[in-house]
């Protein structure tokens, strides 16, 4: 068991730029949840999966972000038309079932600047 | 919506010392869980204890305590004889029982530890 791993860990793009950041969970992890995370603050949820099916999103996903998790294992969240907005840090989390009180273990992160 | 509130952003304490950290959340719900995650700089965060709702003990793990406070609605953590690994950004954070997704996070604080 290797945690949770992110990539990349550092991602500079310029404003209106597509990027794509991939989280792979805990092996048989079955949940998979994405946060943001900026400067001095804690993370916000933005989104999580159940095996392949993403079940909750929040407002803070704007139609510009899009999440996928297409076999139920790693997963990528797209940013389309980056702004400067979303420079943050995207964390992944995961998760096993129940008899373990859904515990997340988070993953390093990916840094995000928009310049 | 729940509410997480960290009113101090940071707190120094001297190695070998005690501190404690602050902690409240604003929720209607009477059976949820509540975290203290640790995040050391430019690594990935983890969980270092765990308190339910239901429980009326407090939960501890070898020199990290809490006292849970249910109906202030407070979660304080304490750090008993301090290290210098120590050193790092606390959250607490909030998950409700039936929303058991999501983890709501305070803004944190910064604990440093002096030699």
């Known amino acids: 068991d290797t945690g949770v791993s992110q990539n990349p860990r550092h991602k500079i793009t310029k404003r209106g730029q597509n990027v794509t950041f991939r989280c792979d969970p805990i092996s048989e992890h079955n949940r998979l949840y994405w946060y943001r995370q900026t400067l001095g603050q804690g993370p916000e949820f933005l989104t999580y999966f159940q095996n392949e099916a993403q079940l909750e999103k929040s407002r803070l996903l704007s139609d510009r972000f899009s999440a996928e998790r297409p076999k139920g294992s790693f997963s990528t969240l797209e940013i389309q038309r980056t702004e400067q907005g979303d420079s943050a840090m995207y964390l992944c989390?995961?998760?096993?079932?129940?008899?373990?009180?859904?515990?997340?273990?988070f993953g390093p992160g990916t840094r995000l600047t928009v310049t | 919506a729940q509410t997480v509130t960290q009113s101090q952003p940071e707190m120094s304490v001297q190695e070998a010392e005690t501190v404690t950290l602050s902690c409240t959340y604003d929720t209607s719900e009477s059976d949820y869980y509540l975290f203290w995650y640790k995040q050391p700089p430019s690594r990935q965060m983890i969980l270092v204890i765990r308190?339910?709702?239901?429980?009326?003990q407090n939960a501890t793990e070898n020199r990290f305590s809490v006292n849970f406070q249910k109906a202030a609605k407070s979660f304080s953590l304490k750090i008993s004889d301090s290290q210098l690994g120590d050193a790092a950004m606390y959250f607490c954070a909030y998950r409700s029982e039936g929303n058991d997704y999501k983890l709501s996070f305070g803004a944190g604080t910064t604990v440093t530890v002096r030699a």
């Open positions: 989390a995961s998760s096993s079932r129940p008899g373990q009180s859904y515990e997340q273990y």
């Open positions: 308190q339910e709702a239901y429980k009326q």
